[in-house]
């Protein structure tokens, strides 16, 4: 038994579904969990995560902005503050949300908060644009 | 005896007393669907961050001040989540009798005992009964959002690390379907993570050596963090949901029993007419009777 949790405060986008290996987007770089994994637990950078489900060899991709990963005994949970796959991604909204952040990146007046807040705005929307583009070609 | 009028008159009313009951019902079954949307949403997150969390506890790397356990526990603090607006049935005075209760069992047990009202019909209800809380919020926007749950779960963990309390509870109404909810107490802090890990329950047999990235100290700060501003909102959002349901149920009565009040009046109202009419037409004929002879 090796499950695949993905919650995020809106909803939950996996709810235990049993899994051959898993991607996750760690802070120290990609990790891969596969069953029988050491306990860990680590934080999450904006990225892609990619996951086969048991007996099917079809990779399915959530891209996910920030939050934590944990591996236990049973599997892994994925908090991420938001998770999006390729049918909840509208293109245009992405280019306006990274024009947006961009555009406040070389503003002159912003905070150092803000600039931190922007950066990583334009990362998630990066992560986005590449899920997007892994799918179309894919197809 | 009234009059015909005043029968006509009382049913008019009792139509338009209907028609707003109707209406509030119509507006809380739409905001209960949305209400109801966000908590089913939060849930698994709410429950997945605490098992998380209890996970990395039971490995022992990590002690957190938030996480230890307090035998004796002498500062107390009371959150009593309401809301601002009635008609909601018993949705306000179960909290409120509630926590009065848990107020008076508490009292001889702890040295010290504060309250926090949220929602005005709690804070009004506890001030008629001479409790000086150390805050309330009333007015709060339409919906909570997350960020004012944040701002007060923030300030309960300072509250808690300074020392002023070494534990809070939270009162509110339990979310459980549309037509129901319960009012429940929760000890938010310090947190009791004892129940939800998997590892303590010797799930998979694994061993309780966990890597980390980054070092332990850093990811539990911020994951307690967390953990503490979704439980709030969390329990908010319960509250909030269970409000709306309530309000719907509380309407729908109250427009049933409108409903049978008119059928009643107009029973009446025909009564008292044919009675009427009754009586004039034996007047008429003894009328014509006396006439004849």
């Known amino acids: 038994m090796f499950t695949l949790t993905l919650v995020t405060p809106e909803r939950r986008v996996i709810a235990g579904a049993e899994i051959e ?25 904006p990225g892609i995560v990619r996951y ?26 994925v908090l991420a503050e938001t998770a999006e796959t390729v049918d909840s991604l509208n293109p245009a909204e992405i280019d306006a949300a990274l024009a947006e952040a961009e555009a406040r990146l070389t503003a002159h007046d912003a905070t150092v908060e803000e600039l931190e807040e922007m950066t990583h705005k334009v990362e998630v929307a990066r992560v986005h644009k590449e899920l997007l583009s892994d799918s179309s070609a894919a197809h | ?25 119509m507006v809380s079954a739409a905001k209960l669907r949305r209400a109801q949307q966000a908590i089913v949403n939060l849930r698994p997150y709410a429950n997945t961050i605490l ?47 509630f926590a009065d209760r848990l107020l008076k069992e508490v009292k001889g047990k702890y040295a010290k005992v504060d309250t926090i009202f949220i929602g005005r019909k709690g804070s009004d209800f506890f001030k008629r009964r001479g409790y000086q809380a150390v805050d309330s919020i009333i ?65 998979g047999g694994f061993s309780t050596d966990m890597i980390f990235e980054p070092a332990p100290e850093k990811i539990m700060d911020q994951l307690i963090a967390k953990h503490i501003i979704v439980q709030v909102y969390r329990c908010m959002a319960e509250s ?23 059928n009643i009046l107009t029973l009446n109202y025909n009564k008292l007419r044919q009675a009427a009419i009754t009586t004039e037409l034996i007047e008429i004929t003894s009328g014509a009777e006396a006439l004849k002879g």
Not at chain 1, 59 to 75: K, L, P
Not at chain 2, 3 to 23: F, M
Not at chain 2, 85 to 96: I, K, P, Q, T, W
């Open chain 2, 240 to 262: 909030v949901a269970a409000e709306h349901g309530a309000r719907m149920t509380a309407m729908e009565n109250a427009t049933k029993n409108a409903g049978e009040m008119i």
């Open chain 2, 51 to 97: 098992s998380v969390i209890a996970d990395v506890a039971a490995t022992g790397v990590v002690s957190h001040p938030l996480l230890e356990p307090n035998e004796n526990p002498q500062k107390l603090l009371v959150v009593v989540i309401t809301s601002d607006r009635g008609l909601a049935g018993g949705f306000n005075s179960n909290v409120n009798k």
């Open chain 2, 1 to 25: 005896m009234p009059s015909l009028k005043d029968i006509r008159s009382r049913i008019d009313s009792t139509k338009n007393t209907q028609q707003i009951t109707r209406a509030m019902k």
């Open chain 1, 52 to 77: 086969r489900l048991k007996g099917d060899s079809t990779v399915h991709r959530v891209a996910v902005s920030s939050g934590y990963a944990q591996v236990n005994g049973v599997g892994v949970n």
């Open chain 2, 139 to 203: 007015n709060l926007a339409k919906d909570i959002s997350y960020d004012y749950a944040a701002h007060m779960a923030n300030r309960l963990m300072d509250d808690f690390n300074k020392g002023d309390y070494d534990e809070v509870r939270l009162v509110y109404n339990e979310f459980k379907s549309a037509i129901s909810q319960e009012v429940v107490s929760e000890t938010l802090l310090p947190i009791d993570a004892t129940k939800a890990s998997s590892l303590a329950k010797g799930e």
């Open chain 1, 21 to 45: 290996e898993v991607f996750v987007p760690g802070d120290r770089g990609e990790l891969n969990f596969l069953p029988g994994h050491a306990p860990l637990m680590t934080t999450l950078r």
